[in-house]
T-cell receptor, first 112, second 116 residues
Framework: RKEVEQDPGPFNVPEGATVAFNCTYS??????FFWYRQDCRKEPKLLMS???SGNEDGRFTAQLNRASQYISLLIRDSKLSDSATYLC?????????????FGKGTHLIIQP | EPEVTQTPSHQVTQMGQEVILRCVPI?????FYWYRQILGQKVEFLVS????????KSEIFDDQFSVERPDGSNFTLKIRSTKLEDSAMYFC??????????????FGNGTRLTVT
């Protein structure tokens, strides 16, 4: 099983729609979870940390499901500017990288 | 908002040459990292640095690579003898604490390295 796995997409979504995608992780001891956003040929930018109880930041909601070992990101009322690749980042204790491992990303395209 | 800065933004070099990529982390951060991203692939960890020494390194970070914090602000990545497969975007990052905690990484805008 891959350490941090994401559906690469692309997800083609009309503007204003709600879209959600998941990320699964392999290590049940993982404690830190983040969603990053990466625009084409740019650096990853922190979108939000993911807390055990779930958290919301404006139109974005992140959830953690420890039992099934996945995190999710929900985007409501999607905007054209939300088009990007969304990277799941998880700490994998004992997995090297001081624990932080990136998924390959989910490519999201918001269409007018 | 404080940010991580990297120079140069683009570096073209010939195979076998040495390159030094430079980074200025966020001033109150204590942990520094180098990641790379080959075009179309995922972000890969290279090395982490804390308290003036390497904390952890990946299999990619072989003897051709080295890091240094020559003064109180700069953090450099040196590739001694570049290969074609070293062509990638190199990202520097810093954080207040190790990734095991709830301290996210803050990335610089990257140096695109092209080896010809």
């Amino acid at each position: 099983r891959k350490e941090v796995e994401q559906d690469p997409g692309p997800f083609n979504v009309p503007e204003g729609a709600t879209v959600a995608f998941n990320c699964t992780y392999s290590n049940s001891a993982s404690q830190s979870f983040f969603w990053y956003r990466q625009d084409c040929r740019k650096e990853p930018k922190l979108l939000m940390s993911v807390y055990s109880s779930g958290n919301e930041d404006g139109r974005f909601t992140a959830q953690l499901n420890r039992a099934s070992q996945y995190i999710s990101l929900l985007i409501r009322d999607s905007k054209l500017s939300d088009s990007a690749t969304y990277l799941c980042v998880v700490n994998l204790p004992g997995g090297g990288a001081d624990g932080l491992t990136f998924g390959k990303g989910t490519h999201l395209i918001i269409q007018p | 908002e404080p940010e991580v800065t990297q120079t140069p933004s683009h570096q073209v070099t010939q195979m076998g040459q040495e390159v030094i990529l430079r980074c200025v982390p966020i001033s109150n951060h204590l942990y520094f990292y180098w990641y790379r991203q080959i075009l179309g692939q995922k972000v890969e960890f290279l090395v982490s640095f804390y308290n003036n020494e390497i904390s952890e390194k990946s299999e990619i970070f072989d003897d051709q690579f080295s890091v240094e914090r020559p003064d109180g602000s700069n953090f450099t990545l040196k590739i001694r003898s570049t290969k074609l497969e070293d062509s990638a975007m190199y990202f520097c990052a810093s954080s207040e604490a190790l990734g095991q905690g709830f301290s996210p990484l803050h990335f610089g805008n990257g140096t695109r390295l092209t080896v010809t």
